[in-house]
């Protein structure tokens, strides 16, 4: 099994790019929602690589091609366009959020009876 420092050195630059561009809009819309919804402040600095992880593995459901070309010009566009796109990625993020603090009560409340 290949090391974590393996994984990320082999890892495409335009993997890496659209990654960091993700991480870029869902940056955005946690701003924007935090602003209104004070569990996701209080939640944004626990919770962003949780975030990361389901949001990619929810573009990946969706087809989304890591890698591709097509996903980083997409990406750009969002991030360039914010007033087009941006509800669009705060519902996602938004959605994403209450998942992880649904989880995170469900475990927390298991952890309690042991």
Known sequence: MPSTYEIIRTTPLETIYQIYHLDGVIYEAVRDLGSTRQYIENMRGYADMA???????????????????TLTKLLETHNDNWSDYGRRWQRLTQNS?????????????AFRRI
Request: glycine share 4%; no cysteine; hydrophobic share 60%.
């Open 51 to 69: 975030l990361l992880a389901l949001v990619v593995k929810a573009l990946q459901a969706a087809n989304a091609r890591f890698g591709d070309a």
């Open 97 to 109: 959020f209450a998942y992880i603090w649904d989880v995170y009560r469900k475990r927390a409340k």
